[in-house]
């Protein structure tokens, strides 16, 4: 939300909320600005005319909005209220889905897992693609208040909300697959996991606008994107995985190598936003998804049903502490690989990077620094 010189008069807010927008107006002068909200000029000249166009479109939206979200959290705003919606915000995070989503394989559910991979994957993509294609702010703070545990939170545009997408398309695609389940599941137990997966997505979709994270319609356009990529899911899934799993070695490289396309074209933003990182993070997860699955399945140790490349996971046989202590080592394992990897990938890419660069075959970020 930009404010150029002379043009104060013109924000559409009321005159009990001068004092706050002077605030935010002072804050934007005095510190380095939240991503979206620098000069016009600042967009006009980073952005194609197409997407500054579409840009200064939408901007009055998000500068209406601003307004009757914060009476909304000036009217609802308690310690408890902050403490519940700061905290169940991580449930839509890269760290939770790290944790969550190993021991859906872990446990068996090799097609539920799969399913939650490609939906969230697609869902960070894009919305980070619409993110950075668009560079929409964030509501305007003050005069609302951000509430959140996380320090980056600055650095990242609004428009869409990349927690509702995600979401919305794991209650989507959960309360497919528990209906999908038949009379497998205890009735009881069936409509108690419904009722939570409508509750996990409403409480993270409303909690975005109450911490001032983001507008209505961030939240209403990522929660109908999260909601359309669960329905391709549930329609396209099996085709996808028997493409994967009836296939050679070459079905998953395909894949891969449409990844990198996508990634290549991922628009250049105006300010130094993470969607490009958290989409090249869930890239990632999708290779390894993809060629792990399929590698897997041609091995002797994984089961066919209820689809290739299935974990053994009997309940019955291993008990109540032999899943808990699979899961509990599982996550240990995952945290430790994690502290491994980094710092030796930090070593020994650089000079990887290096050689791929002298091919020309670079991938040119503004800010990102180059091997070389």
Known sequence: MEFPAGRKDQLPVKAAQQQ????????????KPDAGLRSLDHYKNKLPQWRYAARQKLIPLVRWETHYIAQMQNALRSPVLDSYFSITANLGTHTFFMIFLPVLFWCGYTNLGRGMVHILASGVFLSGFIK???????????????????????????????????????????????????????????????????????????????????????????GLLGAALSVIQCVYGQVFDDFIFRSSVTAPLLIMLTILVLVRIHPEPADDCPCFDDSVAFAGVVFGVELGNWHYAQSGFAWNVPMPGTVPF??????????????????????AWREVAKPALHKYLPPLFRVIESLGLSLPRKFFVQAS
């Not at 927008?21 to 005095?30: F, R």
């Open 132 to 222: 950075d294609m668009l560079c929409l702010p964030r509501p305007l703070s003050p005069p609302l208040s951000r509430i959140s545990m996380s320090h980056s939170v600055s650095l990242e545009y609004g428009f869409p909300s990349t927690h509702s997408t995600n979401a919305v398309s794991v209650a989507v695609y959960a309360v497919y697959m528990l209906r999908s389940a038949g009379s497998e599941i205890d009735p009881t137990v069936k409509t108690t996991l419904e009722i939570l997966s409508y509750c996990y997505a409403t409480s993270i979709v409303l909690g975005r606008l109450y911490c001032g994270m983001h507008g209505f319609f961030d939240v209403v356009v990522g």
């Open 20 to 31: 706050d927008v002077q605030a935010a107006i002072e804050t934007v002068k005095t510190t």
């Open 314 to 335: 009997n309940l019955d046989v291993i008990g109540w502490p032999g899943a808990a202590a699979r899961i509990v080592f599982g996550v240990v394992v995952v945290f």
